[in-house]
């Protein structure tokens, strides 16, 4: 990929597998501990809350997200996508129950993040908001400038409160 530079990490992303395993187990525990109390356990039942377990895990997995020098990636299970950002074509604020972040280059690459990873992991947005600079700058971005200009004020501002907040000048 492009650049040998800095590269950045999501930093809440252990946290948050955590918890998606957190989660998987205890709904595996209670629905053994529901088939025990009943007197029903079976193998194949077992073989069962496994599966689901394993599925709520699958869906709660959160995307691994990480940056360098004009480029972003995100990892999910098994499979990786990035985008070269300095290369971008399109920035899309996609919103609903869950606002995601949609990135498309010249390449054919695509990536959907949450917005909020860029706004715990600063570093993470200053390598974007440096790619789409470039890619604003050479012409190749065709839609998003307004998307990524709405996201750096919310950034901004979230940055600032943080900031009073920990001064007491709230």
Not at 18 to 40: E, F, I, K, M, Y
Not at 87 to 113: F, K, M, N, T, W
Request: charged share 25%.
């Amino acid at each position: 990929m492009a650049g040998s530079g800095v590269v950045a990490n999501d930093q809440d992303w252990r946290q948050e597998w955590w918890s998606a395993v957190r989660c998987a187990g205890v709904l595996l525990a209670l629905l053994l501990l529901v088939d025990w109390g009943s007197g029903r356990g079976a193998l194949w039942r077992t073989a069962l809350w496994c599966a689901i377990s394993g599925l709520l895990f699958a869906v709660l997995y959160p995307a691994r997200i990480s940056a360098g020098t004009d480029w972003l990636a995100a990892r999910r299970l098994g499979r990786e996508r990035r985008v070269r950002t300095d290369l971008l074509i399109s920035v899309r604020c996609l919103d609903g129950i869950s606002p995601r972040l949609l990135l498309r280059d010249a390449l054919g690459g695509h990536v959907e993040i949450d917005p909020e990873v860029l706004a715990r992991n600063p570093r993470l947005w200053h390598l974007l908001d440096e790619g789409a600079r470039k890619a604003a700058a050479s012409g190749v971005l065709l839609c998003g400038e307004t998307a990524l200009r709405r996201l750096s004020s919310r950034l901004d501002r979230e940055t600032a409160l943080g900031v009073f907040r920990a001064s007491g000048l709230e």
